[in-house]
């Protein structure tokens, strides 16, 4: 086979410990799945869950121990951070029980879903998509991947992020509104899953904008750490 044009190269994220990469097919985002962050923006209780995509080529991928550089993206005065616990879907599949779903899951990572807000925010008054304010490129920095059995217990884990050093976001992924399994369930129900899929799995509370220069450190415990700066 030819192409009239050269082919993009696959999107890949390297896996902890190891010259392995997994490569991206496609970067689903689970929307307002903290009830804090809900509330922060506008809204209350357990609605059911909603998503939206961001392209593979959007990931900024930034490998354990160094800092990654995250460019200030075009069109925005209020650039906002939102850290996520990132499951790596192994085993593709639809209509997945939320009771079958982690033998689908290898692996876990530390991610950013980096929103223009003012976008975001001027899309939904006229009710248009806000792609704007998701989709855009260096959107979704992450860290390794962490193969499942080497995770521990992400469920219960702590996610955590600062800005210069002062804690802007501190939570427990056991406050997902609909925890990792349910989120399975209603996205393979959506869509179909294949290997290579990501899903950002919601932000906790107290996000908030950056400026060039800010340093962004943020965490899952047992899955360790993302930095990057704003450049």
Not at 67 to 94: C, D, K, M, W
Not at 155 to 179: H, P, Y
Not at 192 to 200: F, K, V
């Amino acid at each position: 086979m030819s192409f009239v044009i050269p082919a993009s190269p696959v999107a890949s994220v390297p896996v902890l410990g190891t010259s392995d990469r997994f490569p991206v097919r496609r970067v689903y985002c689970v929307g307002r799945n903290y009830e804090e962050h809900a509330k922060e923006m506008g809204f209350t209780g357990r609605e059911p869950p909603f998503f939206f995509l961001k392209p593979a080529d959007a990931l900024v991928v930034v490998d354990a121990g160094t800092t990654g550089s995250l460019p200030y993206p075009s069109l925005t005065q209020n650039f906002h951070h939102e850290i996520e616990l990132v499951v790596a879907i192994g085993v593709g599949g639809r209509n997945i029980a939320a009771a079958d779903a982690f033998k689908h899951i290898y692996g876990y990572a530390v991610g950013l879903d980096m929103t223009r807000r003012d976008l975001q925010n001027e899309m939904k008054k006229q009710g248009r998509p806000w792609c704007i304010g998701k989709a855009f490129d260096h959107g979704a920095p992450i860290g390794p991947i962490t193969p499942a059995a080497q995770a521990g217990d992400v469920s219960q884990a702590d996610i955590w992020l600062q800005v210069n050093g002062e804690t802007r976001q501190s939570s427990t992924v056991a406050k997902l509104i609909w925890n990792i399994a349910e989120t399975i369930e209603h996205l393979s129900a959506a869509w179909e899953l294949a290997p290579g899929d990501l899903i950002y799995t919601g932000t906790p509370e107290g996000v908030s904008a950056v400026v060039r220069g800010d340093l962004l450190e943020g965490g899952v415990s047992g899955l360790g750490e993302l930095k990057l700066r704003v450049a």
